[in-house]
C-alpha cells in the first residue's frame, strides 16, 4: 500500500528536531532509517501529520573512540557499524552482530539508535548494548541524560524516551584487556528478527571469570541483563558443569514469550542452549 | 552440396537469450504500463472470515478528493459476473460467487466494495472512508471441522460445505488388506502455501478508440482470460484484446480468475478511461489463490518383506471459501489419480472431499495435486521401511514399476498412464552421485557422537500437458488440451514465431527457439518468438501443468516442419526438379547424387514471397499454423535424495546436500531445465522446512500476513542442489519431451521431511508434519526424551 498523507520536514539540527516534536508530540515521527517506521506508514498502521528526518543532522553521526570511551551516533547505520575497522579493532562484535541483521540492503539504512529506540522486542542491538554496559544519551527540551541500557527498555515498543526526546547517541566504556564478546543468534525464517540473541562478554583471570555481561533480545518483552547467570560465574572456572549451570539460570530468569512461531519453553530453551555456546566459545 | 552437418540445438545448454533486458532493468511488467488518464482502483476487503453485510455507507468515500466512482456489490450485481469455475468435476456443487460480495462475506481479503480515483493516494484514502455494517457469524478454517455435523455452514447449495466427492478404484484393497502381514495408517497434513511470486498481481483495463478493450494482465493463459473476461463482463471476445507483458512470476496463481480481472474491465468501460489495479503484498496474501491444504488419512497393506498390496486413502482438499478455477480438479483428479506414485499397487481405493471453508480460495500451486499424491505415496512407503526396520531405498526398489511395464497403467487406471520411464535407472544414478553407502556410514558412525544426520528419498512420476481434448472434456475441464503455434518466415528467410504458451520466467524465448532453430536450420538469432498478446497470437493455452515443451514446443515444432514441407515445394520448382528428389540440410536445399547448386532457405524465402516461380499448386507465402493436440501425455520422474542434519538442541535443519535425477524425457536445454529443477526444489524444501499459512482457527484472521510472518525461503535457507538427468524419450510428442516445471516441487516436500525423519530415528519420531521448523522438531525430540524417559 501507500502511506497517507504527511508533511515532511528535514531538520538540519537537533534543537531544530527537539523544537518540531515538542509542538506536537503525538502528530510527529522521527525518520531516520525508516526501516520501521516506512512499512508502518505503507499499512496504515501509523498515520502521523508530520515526519521530521533527522537523517541530515551532523550531531547524531559518527563513531569516536577516546580514552574514556565509546561514542556511537545514533544515526550510525549497521552497515557503518559492520564496517569500522577502529570499532571492529576495540570490539570485533559489533561487526559480528551487524553481520547477523537483516541482509546488506537493510544494513545500509537501518541505524543502531532507530533500533534501540523502537524497542522492538527481538532486535539485536539492544541485547549487545545491555552487555557492552552501553549508556544511552537522550537530547530534549531540557538537556542531555543518559540511561543505562538495561533500564532503557521498560515494555515491548516503549522505552523511557519522552514523547519529545530524541535518541542521541550511545556511550560504551572502553573494554578491559582480555574482555571478549560474541553475540549468538537464532534467527526467525521469515522476518529475520532474533527468535532468541544472546551477546555475552566475559574476562578470564587465571582460569576464572573476572568479569561478565549478559544482554538478551527477542526473549522477553525487552531485552535484559543476565545478572544472576553473571553473579553465578564470577569467580569460578568456565567449566562444562559451572556453564551447564548458569545457562540454566539464565534460562529461568523471565517468563518468555509465546507466539505461533516458537512457545515460551522453547525460547527458554534457545537461552540455555544458546548461552551455552557462546560460553564455550569464549572459554577457549 | 553442402554435406557440413548443423549442430543440433536441442541439447545445447544455450545461454537465456532473454536475460539481457531484465538484467538491465528493461523487463517492462503490467505496472509500468501507465496510460494518460489512467484512473486507480483499490478495494475494500472483508475485514471478518464470515459475516453477513448489514449496510454499505459509500457516502463519504464517494465526496472524497479525486474520487470518480465508489461501488459496493449490490451495485454491481446482475452487470457483472459470477465468477463461475473452469474445471468442474461432474457432480460438484458450484457456490455462487459475486464478483463483489452482496449480502455475505465468507473470508478475510473477500472484495466488498471498490474505488477508482484519480491517484492510488486518494483510492487508498476513499477505501478508509467507507462504512461497512457486518453481523459476524461464526467461521471455519479447517478442512477436518468444516466437515463436522453442526459446523458452520457456507453456502445454501453445498450441505456439509462438501462440493466435490471423487472415487478412485482399481483391484480390491479390502482383500489386499487381509492378505497382508501389516496394515498401518497415517495422517499426513499437506500445509497451506502462498504461491509468492516477486510481482503480485496487476491489471490495466484500457478503452480503445475504435470501442475496443485492450487489458493488460500478468497471466499465465492469456487467451483464457480474454475468454473468461469476455464471458463474465459481457464483451465480444473479438473487442478484447489481452496483453500480458514481462511476467513476474505465475507458479499456477495468474492462472485463475480474479474479481479484480474483472472490475478493471467493467470500470475502464463505465468510466471510459483507463483503469489499473495493483496488488499491494499484503492484499496478496489474502486475495490471491492460496495453494495445497489438505488432510489425508491412508492405509497401507504390505508383507513382512516391503511388497505394499494395497493402499486406501482419504483426501480432504481445503478448497477456501469458494470453487476457484480449477479448485475441484486439484484435490481430486490430480492428486489421488497419483497417490500410488511410481509404486506398482493394484489394490487401490481412494475418496476425495473437495471442502469449503472461511478462507482465500485454494487453486493451483506448482505441481497442483501431483505434490499430494507424491506425498501419499512417499510417506506411506517411507512409513512401510520404517515399521519393518528395512532400507527405503531397498523397499523402493521392490515396489517400483518395471522398465518393462511402460506404458503403465496403475491399479488398472483407465485414466492414468505414464508413457515411459525407467525408475530403478533414476535411482541408480542417484545413489552413485549421492554415495548413499557411504552417507549411511557415516550417518551411524556420527550418531554415536551426538550428531544426528539423515538421508530422504523420494520418487515420483506424474503426468504433464493435459491432453487430448477430448479427454478433459471427462473430467470437467472447460478447456482444450492443444496448443497453437504460427511460423511466419519473412521473405529474408527469418522467422517469428506467435506461440500460444505464456512465458512467466521459464525461458521459452530460448527454448521454443531451439526447437525452431532444429527444424528450420536457420541460426537462432533469426527468430523472434512473439506471446502474451491476444492480438497477435492466434489462439492458445498458455503455460501450466507443465506443458509448454510438450504441447507448446510440439506445436512449434509441427508448424516448423510444415514450413520445410512446403519450403521443400518451392525449392524443387527453383532446381527444376521433383519435390521428392530434394533433400534439406545445413539450411540449403539440393538434390543428392547431382551438381545442381544447392539454393538457401532465405533465397527459397524469398521466392515463397515474390512467388514469381512457385510450382503449380502451391501458393505463395511462407507461413504456417498448428492447432497442435496431442494423444497422450508424458510422464516425467525422478529420484531425489537429501542429506541433513538435525540439531536436536535447537530443531534447526541443515541441508547438507540435495541431489535430483530427473526424467523428463529429451532435454532441450539442461541448463534452463536445471534452472527448473532448483525453483522447484528451493519451493518444495520451502513448503518442508519454512512455508505455512495460518488463520485462528476461532476468528479466521489471517495469521501470516505479510513476508515478515510467512517465510519464504533466502538464498541461505537453501542448499547447492545437484541436479543430473536421465533421458527416456517420451512417446507421445516429436521432441520426446515430457514436462519439467513441477518436478522439483513434487519431489523436495516428501524428501525433505523423509531426511529430518531419518535423522530423529534414534530419538524413535516417526511422523511429523510440514514445515519441519526448528520449534516444531525440538518439541518432537522433547516429546520423544520424555516418552522415552517414563
Not at chain 2, 458452520?152 to 484393497?173: A, E, S
Not at chain 2, 482444450?480 to 521473405?491: C, F, L, M, N, Y
Not at chain 2, 529474408?492 to 521454443?512: F, K, N, V
Request: with cysteine.
Amino acid at each position: 500500500m501507500i502511506p497517507a498523507a504527511f508533511d515532511y520536514v528535514r531538520a538540519s539540527s537537533l534543537a531544530q528536531a527537539i523544537d518540531l516534536l515538542r509542538d506536537d508530540p503525538d502528530g510527529t515521527k522521527l525518520l531516520a532509517g525508516g526501516h520501521t517506521l516506512l512499512p508502518a506508514l505503507k499499512l496504515r498502521l501509523a498515520s502521523p501529520e508530520l515526519l521530521v528526518d533527522i537523517s541530515g543532522i551532523a550531531e547524531l553521526k559518527g563513531i569516536e573512540i577516546s580514552e574514556t570511551g565509546i561514542r556511537i551516533g545514533a544515526l550510525a547505520t549497521h552497515a557503518e557499524l559492520f564496517a569500522s575497522e577502529p570499532l571492529y579493532r576495540e570490539l570485533p562484535v559489533f561487526r559480528q552482530a551487524a553481520s547477523l541483521i537483516a541482509d546488506p540492503q537493510v544494513r545500509n539504512r537501518g541505524t543502531i539508535g532507530g533500533s534501540l529506540a523502537n524497542a522492538d522486542p527481538a532486535a539485536d542491538w539492544p541485547a549487545v548494548a545491555v552487555a557492552l554496559q552501553a549508556e544511552i544519551e537522550i537530547v530534549g527540551p531540557n538537556g542531555l541524560r543518559r540511561v543505562a541500557t538495561r533500564d532503557f527498555f521498560i515494555d515491548i515498543f516503549s522505552t523511557v524516551l519522552e514523547p519529545d526526546e530524541i535518541l542521541a547517541s550511545v556511550h560504551i566504556p572502553r573494554p578491559r584487556t582480555g574482555m571478549h564478546f560474541i553475540y549468538r543468534k537464532i534467527r526467525h525464517p521469515a522476518s529475520g528478527f532474533a527468535v532468541v540473541g544472546i551477546a555475552v562478554g566475559v574476562r578470564l583471570q587465571e582460569g576464572a571469570v573476572d568479569e561478565i555481561s549478559i544482554g538478551v533480545t527477542g526473549a522477553a518483552n525487552h531485552a535484559f541483563a543476565g545478572q544472576r547467570a553473571s553473579d553465578f560465574l564470577i569467580g569460578k572456572t568456565l567449566s562444562q558443569d559451572n556453564i551447564e549451570q548458569a545457562a540454566q539460570l539464565l534460562s529461568e530468569t523471565t517468563e518468555c514469550l509465546s507466539d505461533r512461531y516458537a512457545s515460551a519453553e522453547y525460547r527458554a530453551n534457545l537461552i540455555r542452549i544458546e548461552t551455552r555456546r557462546a560460553l564455550f566459545a569464549l572459554a577457549s | 552440396m553442402n554435406d557440413t552437418t548443423a549442430i543440433r540445438l536441442i541439447g545445447q545448454p544455450l545461454k537465456r537469450q532473454e536475460d539481457f533486458k531484465f538484467l538491465a532493468g528493461k523487463g517492462r511488467y503490467v505496472d509500468d504500463v501507465r496510460l494518460p488518464g489512467m484512473l486507480h482502483m483499490a478495494v475494500l476487503r472483508s475485514p471478518h472470515a464470515h459475516a453477513k453485510i448489514r449496510n454499505v455507507d459509500l457516502s463519504a468515500a464517494k465526496v472524497a478528493p479525486g474520487v470518480r466512482l465508489v461501488l459496493s456489490g449490490k451495485a454491481l450485481a446482475g452487470k457483472i459476473g459470477p465468477i463461475v469455475p473452469n474445471w468442474v468435476i461432474p457432480g460438484s456443487k458450484v457456490p455462487f460467487r459475486p464478483v463483489v460480495a452482496t449480502d455475505c462475506v465468507r473470508f478475510v481479503g473477500e472484495c466488498v466494495a471498490l474505488v477508482v480515483a484519480e491517484t492510488l493516494a486518494e483510492a487508498y484514502d476513499a477505501v478508509g472512508r467507507i462504512e461497512v455494517e457486518y453481523d459476524v457469524l461464526p467461521a471455519v478454517i479447517d478442512e477436518e471441522v468444516a466437515i463436522r455435523e453442526g459446523a458452520p455452514q457456507l453456502h445454501d447449495n453445498v450441505p456439509g460445505n462438501i462440493t466435490t466427492i471423487y472415487k478412485v478404484r482399481g483391484g480390491d484393497y479390502q482383500n489386499a488388506a487381509r492378505a497382508a502381514d501389516h496394515v498401518i495408517g497415517l495422517r499426513v497434513v499437506n500445509n497451506r502455501l502462498i504461491p509468492t511470486c516477486m510481482e503480485t498481481r496487476a491489471i490495466v483495463a484500457s478503452p480503445e478508440p475504435d470501442g475496443t478493450l485492450t487489458v493488460y494482465i500478468g497471466s499465465q493463459v492469456p487467451h483464457m482470460h480474454r475468454r473468461w473476461i469476455a464471458e463474465t463482463v459481457g464483451i465480444p471476445e473479438h473487442q478484447l484484446r489481452v496483453v500480458a507483458p514481462d511476467i513476474g512470476g505465475g507458479f499456477g496463481a495468474k492462472m485463475h480468475l480474479y474479481p479484480e480481472d474483472l472490475l478493471c474491465p467493467y470500470l475502464a468501460r463505465e468510466l471510459d478511461a483507463p483503469v489499473k489495479w495493483w496488488e499491494s503484498r499484503s492484499e496478496s496474501h489474502q486475495s490471491t489463490s492460496h495453494g495445497r491444504a489438505h488432510t489425508e488419512n491412508i492405509e497401507v497393506a504390505f508383507r513382512n518383506d516391503g511388497k505394499i498390496l494395497g493402499l486406501k486413502v482419504e483426501t480432504l482438499g481445503n478448497v477456501g471459501a469458494y470453487l476457484s478455477n480449477m479448485a475441484s480438479g486439484g484435490p481430486t483428479v490430480n492428486t489421488v489419480n497419483f497417490g500410488t506414485g511410481t509404486y506398482k499397487i493394484d489394490d487401490y481405493e481412494a475418496i476425495s472431499r473437495v471442502v469449503v471453508t472461511n478462507t482465500v480460495p485454494v487453486d493451483a500451486y506448482r505441481g497442483y495435486g501431483r505434490p499430494e499424491g507424491a506425498y501419499i505415496a512417499e510417506r506411506a512407503i517411507d512409513a512401510v521401511a520404517r515399521h519393518l526396520k528395512l532400507d527405503q531405498v531397498d523397499v523402493r526398489r521392490k515396489n517400483f514399476v518395471q522398465p518393462a511395464e511402460f506404458p503403465y497403467r496403475p491399479y488398472g487406471s483407465t485414466g492414468v498412464m505414464y508413457d515411459s520411464g525407467n525408475y530403478q535407472g533414476l535411482l541408480d544414478k542417484a545413489l552413485a552421485a549421492f554415495d548413499y553407502e557411504g552417507r549411511r556410514s557415516e550417518c551411524q558412525a556420527l550418531r554415536g557422537s551426538g550428531i544426528y544426520r539423515g538421508i530422504g528419498v523420494a520418487a515420483y512420476t506424474h503426468m504433464c500437458g493435459m491432453a487430448p481434448s477430448r479427454r478433459l472434456a471427462m473430467s470437467g475441464f472447460d478447456r482444450g488440451g492443444w496448443e497453437s503455434a504460427r511460423v511466419s518466415i519473412d521473405s529474408s528467410g527469418r522467422a517469428t514465431i506467435y506461440s500460444g504458451s505464456m512465458s512467466q520466467g521459464q525461458g521459452h524465448i530460448t527454448s521454443l527457439s531451439q526447437i525452431a532453430a532444429d527444424v528450420l536450420q536457420i541460426p537462432i538469432e533469426d527468430i523472434d518468438i512473439v506471446q502474451g498478446d491476444t492480438r497477435q497470437v492466434q489462439a492458445g493455452h498458455g503455460t501450466f501443468n507443465s506443458r509448454s515443451m510438450a504441447v507448446g514446443g510440439s506445436s512449434v515444432h509441427v508448424s516448423s516442419q510444415r514450413i520445410v514441407a512446403k519450403a521443400k515445394k518451392i525449392a524443387a520448382g527453383m532446381l527444376e526438379v521433383d519435390e521428392k528428389d530434394v533433400s534439406y540440410s545445413a539450411g540449403a536445399f539440393s538434390v543428392p547424387g547431382t551438381d545442381i547448386a544447392p539454393v538457401t532457405f532465405p533465397k527459397v524465402a524469398r521466392m515463397a514471397y515474390v512467388g514469381h516461380k512457385l510450382p503449380d499448386g502451391v501458393a505463395p507465402g511462407l507461413d504456417e499454423t498448428v492447432f497442435y493436440d496431442p494423444t497422450g501425455m508424458g510422464s516425467p520422474s525422478g529420484v531425489h535424495l537429501a542429506y541433513v542434519e538435525v540439531d536436536p538442541e535447537t530443531g534447526i535443519v541443515d541441508i547438507l546436500d540435495y541431489v535430483a535425477v530427473d526424467d523428463v524425457g529429451t532435454l532441450i536445454n539442461p541448463r534452463l531445465a536445471a534452472g527448473q529443477i532448483h525453483g522447484g526444489v528451493v519451493q518444495g524444501i520451502a513448503q518442508a522446512l519454512y512455508e505455512e499459512v495460518s488463520y485462528d482457527p476461532d476468528n479466521g484472521q489471517l495469521l501470516t500476513g505479510s513476508l515478515l510472518d510467512y517465510a519464504v525461503p533466502r538464498a541461505e535457507h537453501v542448499p547447492n542442489i545437484r541436479s543430473l538427468f536421465q533421458q527416456t524419450a517420451s512417446p507421445t510428442n516429436p521432441i520426446g519431451v515430457k514436462g519439467i516445471g513441477e518436478s522439483g516441487s513434487i519431489a523436495a516436500p516428501p524428501c525433505m521431511v523423509h531426511a529430518v525423519l531419518d535423522a530423529l530415528s534414534p530419538f524413535g519420531i516417526k511422523h511429523l508434519d510440514m514445515p519441519l521448523t526448528p520449534p516444531r522438531v525440538w518439541a518432537a525430540v522433547q516429546q520423544a526424551r520424555m516418552g522415552a524417559a517414563q
